[in-house]
């Protein structure tokens, strides 16, 4: 099968990884791009060698897929034309401006019956790939995603910004439906809030609670996932993935070497064995826009679906409601 037509939508910070990144998809044959301001365009034209479209709609005629990476305000417009020409389409998170717009992109991809996926990128992270089958009913979850100030993303609330990475790897993982929500946060230096809290609580009894922070001392992306004879621990900036498992010890065959907890008379002594999984080295941005070139080529969902962005929107508007309040 001959390569698919990719054109970028949005040439700024992330749109220039992600130009250099689609042309590490050998299913993918990149055409160019679009970027509204004039100067940084020709600046990344030239830099890139990569041809500068002058419309948004020269460059979706001219494509198979397009890759939106733009601010999120612009999202819901950029994919709309995009879908309205029945294209496919990868868009960055957060999906939409509100859930509203990512419902009505969902009945424009029934409609036109095209793939799209969502950059939820840590679920590429290959920290967390590492460990992907290990959960087993995690009923306690806690995350820190905590970053040292930078202006650029200061006009989203943090829970868009950066605590949205880690609603989704939560909705992903915990099969149970949400149930409750509660949160607080501050706004420190910006007019939204720059540090949030959140405790969501699921049918099954789990509890998550997620930190996050865009005026930290230092960057943090960890997660940690407790369940029944298990603790699982996710670095996603270090890459890093670590298991914490406990099992029955059987007292006619115990190995003189093993960390036995015992826990009282008449109980089972458990035996802990820690585990450091081995974590492949990858770019997780190419490893998603390698995903998205399948799905279109095999006719299959994508590994993110367009319902998962809208599910993991509407949980941070929900987190960011309970703060106004």
Do not use: W
């Amino acid at each position: 099968m001959s390569k698919l037509n990719i054109g970028l939508l949005g040439a700024g910070h992330l749109g220039k990884i992600h130009l250099k990144c689609i042309r590490q998809v050998e299913d993918f044959n990149l055409i160019g791009f679009f970027d509204p301001n004039e100067e940084n365009g020709k600046k990344v034209e030239a830099e890139l060698e990569v041809k500068r479209f002058s419309s948004i709609k020269e460059l979706i005629n001219a494509s198979d897929a397009i890759d939106i990476v733009t601010p999120t305000m612009n999202h819901f417009e950029c994919a709309e034309m995009a879908l309205k020409a029945g294209k496919h389409v990868f868009i960055e998170k957060p999906v939409a401006s509100s859930p509203e717009e990512a419902e009505r992109l969902l009945e424009l991809e029934r409609e036109f019956g095209v793939k799209v996926q969502v950059g939820h990128v840590e679920r590429f992270n290959p920290a967390f790939v590492a460990v992907q089958n290990k959960f087993d009913s995690p009923m306690f979850i806690e995350t820190h995603r905590l970053a040292q100030f930078n202006p650029r993303g200061t006009d989203v609330p943090v829970v868009l910004d950066l605590m949205i990475h880690d609603l989704d790897i939560i909705l992903s993982t915990v099969k149970s439906k949400l149930v409750n929500v509660s949160a607080s946060g501050v706004n420190v230096v910006s007019d939204t809030p720059d540090i949030a809290n959140a405790r969501l609580e699921f049918e099954n009894g789990c509890v998550a609670n997620l930190t996050a922070s865009r005026i930290s001392m230092k960057n943090m992306r960890k997660s940690r996932f407790f369940q029944k004879n298990a603790y699982i621990s996710v670095d996603f900036l270090t890459k890093e993935s670590e298991i914490v498992s406990m099992s029955d010890v059987d007292e006619n065959d115990v190995d003189p070497l093993a960390m036995i907890l015992e826990l009282g008379e008449g109980k089972i002594s458990k035996e802990i064995h820690f585990e450091k999984p081995i974590v492949e080295e990858s770019n997780a941005i190419v490893e998603e826009l390698i995903s998205f070139a399948k799905s279109i080529i095999n006719d299959t969902q994508t590994a993110v679906t367009l319902n998962d962005g809208y599910q993991a929107l509407m949980v941070a508007h929900q987190i960011v409601e309970k703060i106004k309040s």
